[in-house]
């Protein structure tokens, strides 16, 4: 079936060219099918199993474009950061030309989630556990949504993540609101359960466009089987002589295969054997060099893997794995697919949905995970259908037109009996689902947060209709007294931690602030819960970067991250000194009992401590190269690490300021997030604002050491400054996000205008044009005022006339504005939510109202005293399990006293007038920063850097400003 065909089932005509245009003129047989027999545009919902590289995922993109054509949306659901980046870029750049706007959601990922919340977009690619965020914020976030797709479903069997796909999808069934969903997975054996479960059509297709030889080499033959026509035949591959080892075999074919010029991927079992293989085959191939690739990592930071990318590139291999940074990856994947790297060796990670097409692929039939017992890593088997998901990388269309080869290397014949029928002969395993053992408290939490379930009962049927719950309800049905009791003892632990909370005439559950809070950022609850305890123990007194930095790495979510710790490094006990020396005494106090006593100390308690202080480096602008060589961990774990953390210290952040906690303590864990996600010093958090592509740590530390501290400062620096700052590439990117660029000029001299300057981007996730407001009404106009102008932001009738660096534009009138205004006006000049409501609407401010105090004063002076006696007891006991009994205790009271009181001993009131009109004031002004974010991103700019919200509204610009208001 041509492209063009696809007019007949009604598709629009510019999707088609798009497609066209895009190289897509002929149609898959998986894409006929799944349009002609599935009838994929009429809506039903659809899961398609196929084969890597049989071109399943354009079946979802067919779908999700054909959205376009009315007003309704889709969710493009995706498990990786790295392939939701991909799915954006590609959308965007085919899409957005149309007026689509295309978004994208990660967990660090934000700037796009007030377009998500408001339904502003027309797809939005997200990760799966983001989405989950997304439903309980914003529960009707699927109204007018046509389709959700969910790519690469197999993930459902992953043993860290499948148990949150799992609920997901389950909310997504049990959803009111009506849409298509389209599941893509790469092969499975379906047993007709999850198709059933998905309420879906089931197509399965085994045959890939291009043939692919899956065989096992062994003493310098490739015996083969083809997977569509299943025929065997043998190759002559290297004959090796001498006693060698798998993979001295495997590299040595590789090497051999690349001078005859063919691209292979090479899956070792661990990051380790990637370098150390990459570098042997650099020895051994004599290629030409990869000059492109060397010269983009010249441009970056220094760290160990791009050194030792320097010698592999040279000699055109490379390597693939979780400690580069997320450049240096790109940067190897571009190359590869340009064709200057003839061999990447990688980490199974990589055959996860990133587009990294080669010739042949060989797999090491093996790799490391952690126990689920002991955390401790293990070396397990490939299971068939992840041999199936790597293999499929081999001979991708369009660039091998012939075949491809899946190759494994057996040095016995026992390990030839073995891979045939482990990997050539067996079936595939069922999908088994994950949510099965896991603790249901997280769940528990969520499921109330977003209304899903409002009592035990009611998380009992949830978990009854996921896939977990259709495939073992025989056994659960068994065991119901067991099943109910495991979910009561998830739901009391939530109400213990103060996440949920019980009428005791109903015995209905409901969450707390905290609790739906927690869920609504995607932290565990034992995470919530231990962010609340330390954050109630800050009252009176301030804190270091290492006791945030180590509370955060003390989490669940942390611990989840891989970092490298050897028996060597424990046992030197050198990361518990050096961390508690950044600790005052009142912190360490908070610890108890980890400092006290070595026995406290196992290798579980030290890792975090080591994370905290790498970090703790990564924050202050240390180099990563001495980073790595301190710590003995490479960039990418660094910055992966950094990464889990920052979203934490935003969920801290956000809990601060539920505890109405000092405005300082709230803004600092918010900027901490900052400085993790960018790894920079406190003094260059004002350069964060800058998300140019490719911008950095290692240019914020130059920029700084140039003297320009701020994004205005940078763009009025002059351009050869910038230049000697962070060299003439990025200056000049710099240069045109800022609008003074050569095309800026040209268009200035051309027209006597000044084009809008583009808004800078983040290479991960590029942010789309802005398309103008829909109705004519809210179409602002824009003019060049004369060079001599100030700034203005004035009221005139329903407009207003708004002038910033010469610029004049007209917007229409909304209540935000009207409070920007007010401040403009009266710089540096704080205002509380409540008088700059009663300003703007030029009335006296009125008392303010509430529904009575959280506790009386009996009931806070019967906390107050137990907490004396609490720590009268604790001053004289000696038994350590009884202090900390003490110590929990206290932490509970003090938790109850911090809810009713303010920071100053005052009563707290609920349902305080003030608290709402912080709400409004800060919602009006954000949606007034998003108007002229649409036409004119500079003075956006300005004003999201100087606007100050919290319990005071305030503007305070980096210099002296002065609007005429």
């Known amino acids: 079936m041509k492209t063009q065909d696809l007019i007949r089932y009604g598709v629009d005509p510019r999707l088609i060219d798009i497609w066209r245009s895009s190289g897509i003129e002929t149609l898959l047989p998986v894409q006929r099918i799944a349009v002609d027999r599935y009838n994929l545009f009429g809506g039903g919902n659809l899961l398609v199993s196929a084969p890597t590289s049989s071109g399943k995922t354009f079946i979802g993109e067919m779908a999700a474009a054909h959205t376009l054509l009315g007003h309704r949306r889709c969710f493009y659901l995706v498990p990786l950061k790295a392939l939701a980046a991909e799915k ?69 069997a992953d043993a860290g993540r499948g148990a949150d796909i799992e609920v997901l999808l389950t909310r997504l069934r049990l959803s009111k609101a009506s849409f298509q969903f389209v599941g893509l997975s790469a092969v499975l054996r379906d047993n007709g359960l999850l198709s059933k479960w998905l309420g879906a059509q089931f197509l399965q297709y085994c045959e890939r466009p291009v043939e692919l030889r899956r065989g096992i080499v062994y003493q310098g033959t490739f015996e083969y089987e083809t997977y569509n026509t299943h025929e065997r035949g043998t190759e002559a591959f290297l004959p090796l002589d001498g006693d060698l080892e798998a993979w001295e075999i495997l590299m040595a074919n590789a090497v051999w295969l690349a001078e005859k010029g063919e691209q292979s991927l090479v899956f070792l079992s661990d990051k380790r054997s990637t370098r150390t293989m990459a570098t042997r085959a650099a020895e051994q191939f004599h290629g030409p060099a990869a000059e492109e690739a060397i010269a983009e990592l010249e441009g970056l930071e220094e760290t160990q893997s791009r050194q030792m990318l320097f010698e592999c590139l040279r000699s055109g291999i490379a390597f693939h794995n979780a400690d580069m940074s ?191 809070l927690c869920a609504v950022k995607g932290i ?217 660029g050569a095309d800026a000029e040209k268009a200035t001299r051309a027209d006597g205008r000044q084009k809008a300057p583009a808004r800078p981007h983040k290479e991960a996730a590029p942010p789309p044009p802005e398309p103008a407001e829909p109705e004519a009404e809210d179409q602002p106009s824009a003019e060049v005022a004369g060079p001599g102008d100030g700034p203005l932001f004035r009221h005139d009738g329903q407009k207003w006339t708004v002038r910033y660096e010469g610029r004049m534009v007209y917007l229409n009138d909304q209540a935000g504005m009207h409070y920007l205004a007010r401040l403009l006006g009266h710089p540096m000049e704080p205002v509380p939510a409540d008088r700059l409501r009663a300003d703007v609407a030029g009335v006296e401010l009125p008392p303010a109202g509430h529904a009575g105090e959280i506790l009386d004063a009996r009931a806070r002076e019967e906390y107050a005293a137990r907490l004396r006696a609490l720590g009268q007891e604790k001053a004289t006991c000696r038994d350590a399990a009884r202090r900390e009994a003490i110590q929990q205790e206290m932490r509970t009271v003090m938790e109850h006293l911090e809810q009713a009181t303010t920071p100053h001993g005052q009563p707290r009131r609920a349902g305080d007038d003030v608290l709402r009109a912080r709400q409004a004031v800060t919602m009006a002004i954000r949606r007034a920063l998003r108007r002229i974010k649409a036409v004119y991103p500079a003075l956006w700019r300005h004003l999201q850097l100087s606007i100050q919200c919290g319990r005071a509204f305030c503007y305070a610009p980096g210099e002296s400003m002065s609007w005429t208001t």
């Open 88 to 156: 954006f870029e590609t959308f965007r750049e085919r899409y957005a030309p149309l007026g689509a706007r295309v978004v994208m959601s990660t967990r660090d990922c934000r700037q796009f989630d007030d377009e998500i919340a408001e339904g502003r977009f027309q797809i939005a690619v997200v990760v799966y556990e983001k989405m989950h965020q997304i439903l309980i914020q914003t529960p009707d976030a699927l109204e007018g949504v046509r389709v959700v797709v969910a790519d690469e479903l197999q993930t459902l």
């Open 326 to 516: 997320l450049e240096e990856r790109r940067a190897v994947e571009r190359h590869f697919r340009a064709g200057s790297i003839r061999v990447i060796c990688a980490t199974p990670t990589l055959a996860l949905g990133v587009n990294l097409p080669a010739k042949n692929v060989f797999l090491e039939p093996a790799l490391w995970e952690r126990g689920r017992l002991t955390d401790r890593p293990r070396r397990r088997m490939l299971t068939k259908g992840e041999y199936e998901n790597m293999s499929g990388r081999a001979g991708r269309l369009n660039l091998e037109g012939d075949f491809g080869r899946s190759i494994l290397v057996a040095t016995t014949p026992l390990e030839c009996m073995q891979y045939e029928n482990c990997y050539l002969k067996a079936r595939l395993e069922e999908l088994e689902p994950q949510l099965r053992g896991v603790d249901l408290a997280t769940h528990a939490m969520r499921l109330v947060a977003s209304d899903a379930a409002h009592d035990e009962a009611g998380i009992a049927r949830f978990l009854l209709h996921t896939l977990t719950g259709v495939m073992h309800e025989r056994a659960l049905r068994e065991d119901e007294e067991g099943f109910q009791e495991r979910v009561a003892a998830a739901a009391e632990r939530c109400v213990k931690y103060g996440l949920l909370s019980r009428a005791q005439a109903e015995g209905t559950l409901a969450a707390t602030s905290l609790g739906r």
């Open 524 to 740: 565990a609850a034992a995470t919530g819960y231990g962010l609340h305890t330390w954050l109630a123990s800050l009252r009176g007194r301030s804190f270091p970067d290492a006791e945030a930095l180590y509370v955060l790495c003390r989490t669940e979510e942390a611990r989840d991250e891989h970092l490298n710790m050897s028996t060597e490094e424990y046992r030197s006990w050198a990361y518990p000194e050096e961390l508690a020396a950044l600790l005052p005494p009142l912190s360490r106090e908070f610890f108890a009992p980890v400092f006290e006593s070595r026995n406290y100390q196992t290798y579980e308690e030290v890792k975090p401590m080591k994370m905290a202080l790498l970090l703790h480096a990564w924050v202050h602008g240390e180099p990563a190269a001495k980073i790595e060589e301190r710590y003995e961990s490479l960039a990418g774990t660094i910055r992966t690490a950094a990464e889990a953390c920052a979203w934490l210290a935003d969920a801290a952040s956000a809990i601060a300021d539920l505890l109405h906690l000092p405005e300082d303590h709230v803004k600092y864990l918010g900027e901490l997030s900052t400085r993790l996600t960018m790894g920079v010093a406190p003094e260059g958090l004002a350069l964060c604002g800058i998300e140019e592509q490719g911008f950095g740590r290692t240019h914020v530390a130059r920029l700084l050491r140039a003297g320009l501290g701020n994004t205005e400062a940078v763009r009025r620096a002059p351009e050869a400054v910038l230049t000697r700052a962070v060299g003439p590439k990025m200056a000049e990117r710099l240069l045109k996000a800022f609008g003074r």
